[in-house]
């Protein structure tokens, strides 16, 4: 009999986690049956308690779910508990739930790895202080990076998540308009305006000569902060495909103890 897997979320008819999950299935052999699931906003315990009786090993949660399933985990990961968010739940033998964070250490493969980009030494900018920031800071800071800056367009969350992570490493928090004049190597987008084809209100000539914009979100085409990379002359600007792939990736380690070859998969997507 298949083990059951599911993604969470609302909306999530989107998704690609099924998807991603069968190819990783096939690649190592593994008996999988994994679906995606459109969760009520008030029903997520429920949602999740239903799932465990019909014998679930595991889950991957997406938006808006992140936040309810660190509060609903028995016990996290380091990333996990400081990032207070969690994407993927193992259910233990006891229906006990173990939350982790794939979502930094994705970033990071898909930058380091598939890039090829050197994160250390590297002025990094964040754009956004959302829940998806959380995320991806220990990782980050765990690549000795120069600096790390975090914009927002209320100052007041930038400073809060820097003062979060403040124990790792200094973390630098402003406004967008204070952004002229700096360069930084690397630009993460973690706002959702790309989504709709907006984008932040960046200043021209802040992203250094040779460097990298890298947008969270993914779409079927080029989003409005790839295309504004690509304008500012950045080496490599790109969405968060390949994060998305490797994060499932860290997940289905997690669950199978085998990590997957995500180059291919991430191919076919494309």
């Known amino acids: 009999m298949a083990d059951l897997y599911a993604v969470m ?32 906003t008030e029903n997520f315990p429920e949602a999740i308690h239903s799932f465990i009786e019909k014998g679930g090993k595991g889950l991957n949660i997406t938006v808006p779910f992140k936040q309810s399933a660190f509060e609903m985990a028995d016990n996290l990961s380091e990333e996990a508990r400081l990032a207070g968010a969690v994407n993927t739940l193992s259910i233990n033998t006891d ?34 202080a959302g829940g998806a920031v959380r995320g991806i800071l ?11 800056t975090i914009v927002n367009r209320t100052v007041q969350r930038a400073e809060e998540l820097a003062l979060a992570f403040h124990d790792h490493f200094s973390i630098s928090a402003c406004g967008y308009e204070n952004l002229a004049g700096q360069t930084y190597g690397l630009i993460i987008n973690a706002t959702s ?16 000569d040779s460097g990298y914009c890298y947008d969270l979100a993914y779409a079927d085409k080029p989003t409005s902060f790839v295309k504004w990379g690509l304008n500012q002359n950045a080496r490599i600007a790109t969405d968060g495909l390949g994060m998305l792939v490797e994060q499932a990736a860290e997940s289905f380690y ?3 103890g085998v990590r997957p070859d995500t180059k291919n998969v991430i191919a076919s997507l494309r």
């Open 95 to 128: 229906g006990t739930l173990r939350g982790d964070n794939t979502d930094g250490s994705g970033l990071i493969t898909d930058l380091a790895n598939n890039l090829g980009i050197k994160l250390s030494a590297m002025r990094i900018l964040i754009l956004g």
């Open 254 to 256: 997690i669950w199978y």
């Open 9 to 40: 979320g609302n909306p999530i008819a989107h998704s690609k986690s099924p998807a991603i999950h069968r190819l990783f299935a096939k690649q190592t052999g593994n008996d999988i049956h994994y679906q995606a699931i459109l969760v009520d």
């Open 193 to 208: 305006a790309s989504l709709t084809g907006k984008l932040p209100p960046l200043a021209n000539n802040i992203l250094a």
């Open 138 to 148: 220990l990782p980050l800071i765990q690549q000795e990076p120069h600096s790390i």
